[in-house]
């Protein structure tokens, strides 16, 4: 069983230099290949100077999805594996790809961070929607058999977000399992500083409406979803704001963000899917021009 490791990276030298060395002694005959955006930090010249990595894709695209469907483009192996540059597996992942996989067309498992209080991890997270058991997955921490993610025509390119959430309901929907197994563990180190990270309200709505309708049409339960998430946000949101921490004015721009791209995502997932249903319009195939450069060194 032949193993392809992809690595999307963008700006993270430093990181993606530990989890190449992570790799290197856990799964040191995998095929690695490292799909490197518009990055400003030299992290060209430390691909190219390692003798570990077997590909460097280099795209001008800052969408980690295009970086996905990129690294799958130039693998081989008939495993597929989405490891983050910012995580480092651990021993044991290997056998765990290659164990879950022999069952499950895709697995995924934990990530340990170390945090000043100690270690935290995760869990499975499963959901029924529309009578479908959709299991998702860490996307960066992630196993598929090949032949999955060709009958799937890997990620859809539309969304900036949420591409491995629209990946895990279409496994659903062709009646592929997604397996877990706690022993395919990565792990991340760092110093949390405190600081809030702005979210983009606009498309967080745009992806959830458009993979939702995409997928499962216009119906009762995709309207309830997103007014149950648009409602729980709204009213975290009025915290903040009674808090002192949100302005009123930046409560009500949210507002329209969100209205904004549950629209927009709704209308662009009904054009995905009639009239001639495509559960993947957006995909691996669509297009053919993601690499600017590529250093082949098999």
């Known amino acids: 069983m032949e193993l392809s490791v992809v690595v999307p990276t963008l700006n993270g030298r430093e990181e993606l230099a530990g989890c190449l060395d992570a790799l290197a002694e856990q799964v040191p005959d995998a095929e690695v290949i490292v799909v490197n955006g518009p990055s400003a930090d030299g992290t060209t010249g430390m691909v190219r100077d390692r003798s570990d990595v077997d590909v460097l894709v280099e ?20 495993i597929v594996a989405l490891v983050s540059h910012t995580l480092s597996v651990e021993a044991g992942w290997a056998e765990a790809v290659r164990s879950g996989t022999e069952s499950h067309a895709a697995v995924t498992g934990p990530t340990h961070e170390q945090l000043t209080a100690g270690m935290t991890t995760e869990s499975k997270e499963s959901r029924t929607i529309a009578g479908r058991e959709v299991t998702y997955f860490n996307a ?7 032949s999955a993610l060709e009958a799937l025509d890997g990620f859809d390119e539309y969304l900036e977000i949420g591409s491995s959430r629209d990946v895990a309901h279409r496994l659903a929907d062709c009646g592929y399992t997604v397996g877990w ?15 809030i990270r702005e979210r983009d309200w606009h498309w967080k709505y745009r992806s959830l409406a458009y993979r939702l309708v995409k997928n499962y049409g216009v119906r009762p339960t995709v309207a309830r979803r997103l007014v149950s998430h ?3 946000d709204a009213v975290e949101a009025l915290k903040g704001v009674a808090r002192g921490e949100t302005a009123p004015s930046q ?16 209308k662009d997932g009904l054009a995905a899917r009639y009239p001639r249903r495509d559960p993947n319009p957006n995909g691996r195939s669509v297009r053919a021009d993601r690499a600017v450069a590529v250093y082949d060194w098999r």
Not at 184 to 189: A, F, Q, T
């Open 59 to 78: 795209i001008a695209d800052r969408s980690v999805t295009v970086a996905r469907n990129a690294g799958l483009d130039r693998s081989t192996g008939d």
């Open 140 to 146: 960066g921490n992630v196993a598929f058999q090949r």
């Open 181 to 195: 197994d706690s022993g395919m563990c990565v792990s991340r180190e760092f110093e949390a500083d405190g600081g």
């Open 230 to 232: 648009a409602g729980s």
């Open 251 to 266: 409560w009500l721009s949210t507002g329209r963000d969100v209205i904004g791209g549950t629209g927009l995502g709704s």
